[in-house]
């Protein structure tokens, strides 16, 4: 049975066995508990999957994350402290130091001011591109050194709306992924993976909240994109990460976790914009 989006709007991601909490537990704590250090040690080596610190990873959060994933109808997700930290972290996880990012000029004045001015500060450029330009004046936008396409489905506050297929058909023709912040529709009213998106994120500050409770964000993969397939662009997700032990984040975690595993590990580990477990009860 195909499950109705109401349905997984109140069900998805927290589906308790028999006996357990019927709503996702706050786990208002930071830190678990091992019998031994050599189980903490597998968990910190990421050679098995559990929580030892609640900055990078809670189950509050993950079950909130799973939920917007099922919606949305991706692979894998993660919550950031804000939307802004969600489309920081989308592009940084892919892009950095001398790469180039196409993105739309219809976004909001935040991720304008953070792709225009504060990313510059790093070395990253970016070129925006009319969202109803032409697709010479799109193919033109693109370098080689390019990582990702960037857009809003529903742009803040111009309402301008994304021809998504057309931008995600223009970003793998360029072998780089579509980044789309689907904060003003919600995955109820659409969801962009299906229309060709690689990677989703939202500012859950806005209707994914929907009562002014909490600021937050999140990250939702597909798990579509072939990293593999491009590897001399994405290094950081297809060769060694010296700061973590050497791992591969395409070989250890497959084209469906490489993406969020590598934000999670390399970058919340470094750049610490967890969201809170309280906020992300409340969303
Ligand atoms: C479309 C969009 N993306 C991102 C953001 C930034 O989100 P936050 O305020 O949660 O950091 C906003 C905020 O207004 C937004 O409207």
Redesign the pocket.
């Known amino acids: 049975m195909v499950e109705r989006i109401g349905t997984t709007c109140v069900q998805g991601g927290w589906r308790p066995g028999d006996g357990e909490p019927r709503q996702v537990p706050i786990y208002q704590n930071t830190t678990w508990k091992y019998d031994t250090s050599e189980h903490m040690g597998r968990l910190f080596d990421l050679e098995e999957s559990g929580y030892f610190y609640t900055r990078l990873a809670n189950p509050t959060n993950d079950a909130v994350a799973a939920k917007i994933a099922e919606l949305e109808g991706g692979a894998a997700a993660m919550l950031t402290s804000?939307?802004?930290?969600?489309?920081f972290f989308a592009v940084f996880n892919i892009a950095g130091a001398g790469d180039h990012v196409v993105a739309s000029s219809a976004?909001?004045g935040?991720?304008y001011n953070l792709l225009a001015h504060t990313m510059k500060r790093m070395g990253l450029e970016c070129t925006f591109v009319d969202p109803h330009c032409t697709d010479e004046e799109l193919k033109a936008a693109f370098r080689p050194n390019t990582k990702c396409v960037f857009g809003?489905t529903i742009?803040?506050p111009a309402l301008a709306v994304l021809d998504i297929e057309r931008f995600a058909a223009a970003a793998h023709g360029h072998g780089v992924p579509l980044i789309v912040?689907n904060?003003?529709p919600t995955p109820v009213l659409c969801r962009p993976i299906e229309w060709g998106a690689d990677i989703v994120?939202?500012?859950?500050?806005?209707y994914m909240d929907g009562h002014g409770a909490s600021?937050?964000?999140v990250i939702v993969d597909s798990g579509r994109f072939n990293w593999n397939a491009h590897a001399d662009k994405f290094p950081g997700l297809t060769t060694p990460d010296e700061s973590y032990h050497g791992v591969v984040y395409t070989e250890r975690f497959g084209l469906e976790g490489a993406y969020i595993t590598k934000a999670t590990a390399q970058l919340m580990r470094d750049l610490g914009s967890i969201q809170s477990p309280q906020n992300a009860f409340l969303i």
């Open positions: 804000s939307g802004q930290a969600a489309n976004i909001y935040g991720t809003e742009a803040n912040d904060t003003f994120t939202h500012s859950t500050t806005k600021v937050g964000g």
